[in-house]
């Protein structure tokens, strides 16, 4: 609503000085009517200015509306251009791209050797439509203590390559620089108190790193990963708005269109003032 009164009010300035220089602007004496060069007592039909043809409409007489000058010409087409540019706008813009965010969540239970809880897998990419492109991923690890409490590390990868894992406990608060590979994870799964010198367990450390790197790749997320018994896979796609380059690409295409337009009206205006015969 405030967007279609701001245009009325826009639209209402144009007629106004439309308006006021139909009052105003009237010839006082014949000229010629691109130019404005007087013409009164001219021997011949041809302006000595600017070569126009006077006869035929090519004259304005006494009392007649003097055309209007190019800055108001250009001043006309500022003010009324906003309406055509907003209808159209959003006319367009449901056909505009929309970011939309997928992500998937696998959680490996039950693995072979036994040695902890869970390992679980989030992946979330970006794009528009069909196209996806990796953004993050996370991933944990959880083993239960001897006291009973559940230790948690968290892997963390973007797209930007500043990967590093962390301890999931209120008193740690250090992260470690990571890389996605064998090595990485297996400290990571060390800091929770999984034993990885338990050849089961490395077997299932690689397939984590393999499934890792698959993820960082784009590639959706494999229901089923070797060493693990137990899998749950949910995916779902967040809708989130349109990107900043879609409005940037609008504002430049009608700050186009009123340059095109105001270089026309520019380069088709008659002279504004009247100059006598010298």
């Not at 008193?171 to 800091?191: H, I, P, R, T, Y």
Request: aromatic share 8%; net charge positive; proline share 5%.
């Amino acid at each position: 609503m405030p967007s279609l009164l701001l245009i009325a009010l826009l639209a209402a300035a144009a007629a106004v000085i439309v308006w006021l220089h139909g009052r105003r602007g009237r010839v006082l004496e014949a000229c010629c009517r691109r130019c404005g060069y007087l013409v009164t007592g001219l021997p011949t039909n041809i302006c000595p200015e600017c070569g126009s043809n006077l006869a035929g409409g090519g004259t304005l007489q006494q009392g007649q509306r003097r055309p209007l000058s190019p800055i108001q010409r250009i001043l006309i087409w500022s003010l009324l251009l906003p309406l055509p540019a907003v209808v159209i706008t959003l006319r367009a813009e449901p056909f505009a791209p929309r970011l939309s965010t997928t992500y998937e969540s696998l959680s490996l239970t039950l693995p072979h050797s036994r040695n902890y809880s869970e390992v679980m897998i989030g992946a979330y990419r970006e794009g528009y439509g069909s196209w996806r492109q990796f953004k993050f991923m996370e991933v944990s690890f959880t083993k239960e203590s001897s006291n009973g409490r559940l230790v948690v590390t968290v892997f963390m990868v973007n797209v930007h390559g500043a990967n590093y894992w962390y301890v999931l406990t209120p008193n740690v608060n250090s992260a470690f620089q990571a890389s996605v590979d064998l090595v990485s994870v297996s400290k990571c799964m060390e800091g929770a108190g999984i034993d990885t010198g338990n050849s089961a367990v490395r077997r299932e450390a690689a397939a984590v790193v393999e499934t890792m790197l698959s993820a960082q790749a784009g590639k959706p997320l494999a229901a089923r990963v070797e060493g693990f018994e137990g899998t749950s896979l949910t995916t779902g796609t967040a809708m989130s708005g349109r990107p900043a380059w879609v409005f940037w690409s609008a504002l430049v295409f009608w700050l186009i269109v009123w340059l095109i337009g105001a270089a026309i009206l520019r380069a088709t205006s008659p002279s504004r003032g009247a100059r006598r015969q010298r």
